[in-house]
């Protein structure tokens, strides 16, 4: 049997803008099905990225193709099946958010106005939908670009900041009615936030971009594979002083997260030594383990944007070089 | 998959049909109708003797400033305006060519120009109609144009006067490919149109600009109204050229423009 062709695939696509290289050599692929995460500080080229997907920007080398169609050879066949927003949706503002789909679903196949019902409803606009799109929120339009992009049931959806300015309650409804559409309809979906937690909830793959270039890419549970040198050490009674830490060259960096719980930075991935040797010191450790990566650190650290938060142990001791990364 | 060209231009006329810009353009011809109703009434010249000539000297008056402006305002709204608030985005997201939406704004530019054409029209032949009848042509000899032939003539001119308009369709949509920003975008098409008209015989370029025949035939249908005797040629086949020649440039480079540039912006 024939491999099914990605959803999306960029190859080797690049954009320069003038002097600037927006996009340099980009790669990835969105397999059907997947819950895609695109991660990418401001002027990453994200944005370029997701503009030249419908076309919008040329790009000055490379291959998109969307369900193995490349977008430059049939844009119409390949752009049929996907759902696109970019950036914040702009609508015709002296119309209603109805009026807005039905505009979109006339350059579509065979939409009937009983799906246009259907998606209004699931969006939660139905009992606004006869007014003007310039009265709505910027929520209630965010809304109504996921409505518009959903309508022509796509096999693709790419969503950029989907739930901007949305509050929590609708961005929960919006992230669980596309989860649902995803599992019962086999929706892939391509989508760019800054919101990390959303990402982390969300998605089941990431791609992170930084300086046009693709730096890291995999299953989120992957990538936020618990640290195997940062610890999370929660002590019963008296906790360790910074003298007693400082004598260990094995421990890096302590930092304070309650009063009875400190965050141990190992040189090395041994966290049955540093058991022992509290459990020798006469410490009573209740609970010991390693620390939880999150994607914000995670995206943070490979970005390059990351200042140590944490104070090492040799600045606490003042002695070593401040600035170590969390991450190897 | 077949053309969108359709669901686009039906698109074209509901916003067309929701937007207030259309109406106002309609509006001031209908005002600028009546207050050359009140102007005739008090020159009382030989051009405005009978029913045609009064028609004829409204059509020329509309469409001298008022006519071209808002035609021209239109036409700079069309790309401009979708572009600034990134409704043009979302528009060629979907399975749409950019060309058969460039062409479906031109359509509904072209139809709006036949619109406020049709209405200066029927305003100016109303409002003649309350003074004068649109009988033969004659003078104190007899009859110079038949009804019939006066009627005749009319409709041509009135169908040559779409040339030179169309043109200038072309030539907003061109100003609404290249500026960004719709307020803009109308400020410079109104702007480039006096700017030309001002200096084109400065410079001596009047015969190589088609806006030389916005009114032209209405100018020799007035001719015809006062019983003289009128000719369209040879000038109406370099006013046929020479605006064929402008529409024909215009569009292609912003149909040209339209299609190449980045839309990240």
């Not at chain 1, 009265?135 to 959903?150: D, E």
């Not at chain 2, 033969?136 to 032939?149: E, I, K, M």
Request: glycine share 8%; with cysteine.
């Amino acid at each position: 049997m024939m491999d099914s062709p990605p959803a999306l695939a960029l190859e080797d696509v690049s954009k320069r803008f003038g002097r600037v290289q927006a996009v340099d050599r980009l790669s990835l692929r969105v397999e059907p099905g997947h819950l895609a995460g695109f991660l990418g500080p401001n002027g990453a080229g994200k944005s370029t990225t997701l503009y030249m997907i419908p076309r919008l920007v040329r790009p000055t080398r490379g291959h998109i193709s969307l369900f193995g169609v490349d977008i430059w050879n049939d844009y119409k066949k390949a752009i049929r099946s996907v759902g696109i927003t970019v950036e914040t949706p702009a609508f015709y503002e002296y119309l209603s958010g109805r009026k807005n789909l039905e505009l979109a679903a006339r350059l579509l196949d065979h939409v009937s106005a009983h799906e246009i019902d259907e998606i209004l409803e699931r969006i939660g606009l139905a009992e606004r939908q006869h007014d003007c799109v310039r009265v709505y929120s910027t929520g209630m339009k965010q809304r109504l670009g996921i409505g518009r992009a959903l309508l022509g049931r796509p096999r693709l959806l790419i969503l950029d900041e989907p739930t901007n300015g949305m509050d929590p309650e609708g961005t929960h409804e919006i992230l669980s009615f596309l989860r649902e559409k995803v599992r019962n309809d086999g929706l892939t979906i391509f989508i760019s936030s800054h919101l990390m937690s959303e990402i982390e909830e969300f998605c089941d793959t990431v791609f992170v971009i930084n300086q046009g270039h693709l730096v890291v890419s995999g299953s989120v549970k992957e990538l936020l594979k618990p640290h195997e040198r940062i610890v999370r050490v929660t002590f019963q009674g008296r906790i360790p002083d910074r003298d007693f830490l400082s004598r260990h060259e094995q421990i890096r960096k302590v930092e304070p997260v309650t009063a009875d719980t400190l965050e141990i930075t190992l040189a090395r991935d041994d966290s049955a030594w540093l058991n022992q040797c509290l459990q020798q010191a006469g410490f009573s450790v209740s609970a010991l383990a390693p620390k939880q990566k999150t994607l914000k650190e995670f995206f943070l650290s490979i970005t390059g944007l990351h200042r140590a938060e944490v104070t090492p142990l040799s600045d606490q001791a003042s002695t070593a070089p401040a600035g170590e990364k969390h991450h190897e | 998959m077949s053309s969108q060209f359709v669901p686009l231009l039906r698109n074209e006329v509901t916003k067309a049909l929701r937007r207030k810009l259309p109406y106002f353009g309609i509006f001031a011809v209908g005002l600028v109708c009546g207050i050359i109703y009140f102007i005739a009434g008090q020159i009382n010249n030989t051009a405005t003797a009978n029913a045609w000539g009064y028609v004829g000297f409204s059509m020329q008056l509309v469409f001298t400033d008022i006519g071209p402006i808002a035609i021209i305002a239109f036409a700079a709204m069309l790309v401009a305006e979708e572009t600034g608030t990134g409704t043009i985005r979302a528009a060629l997201a979907a399975p749409v060519q950019r060309w058969e939406l460039y062409l479906a704004k031109t359509v509904i530019g072209l139809f709006y120009m036949l619109v406020l054409s049709a209405a200066a029209l029927l305003f100016s032949a109303a409002l003649a109609s309350i003074h004068y009848h649109f009988g033969a042509v004659g003078d104190s000899a007899g009859v110079v144009y038949s009804r019939n032939q006066a009627m005749q003539q009319f409709v041509l001119g009135y169908a040559l006067s779409w040339i030179p308009l169309g043109a200038l369709v072309m030539f907003g949509l061109l100003i609404s490919t290249l500026v960004r920003n719709p307020g803009v975008a109308v400020a410079v098409g109104i702007g480039t149109l006096f700017l030309i008209d001002f200096t084109k015989h400065l410079v001596g370029l009047d015969p190589y600009i088609f806006t030389r025949y916005l009114n032209y035939s209405w100018l020799t249908l007035q001719q015809l109204a006062q019983g003289m005797d009128y000719q369209w040629r040879p000038e109406v086949w370099k006013m046929i050229v020479l605006s064929g020649v402008s529409a024909v440039v215009a569009f292609s480079a912003g149909l040209v423009l339209f299609v190449r540039r980045d839309l990240n912006h």
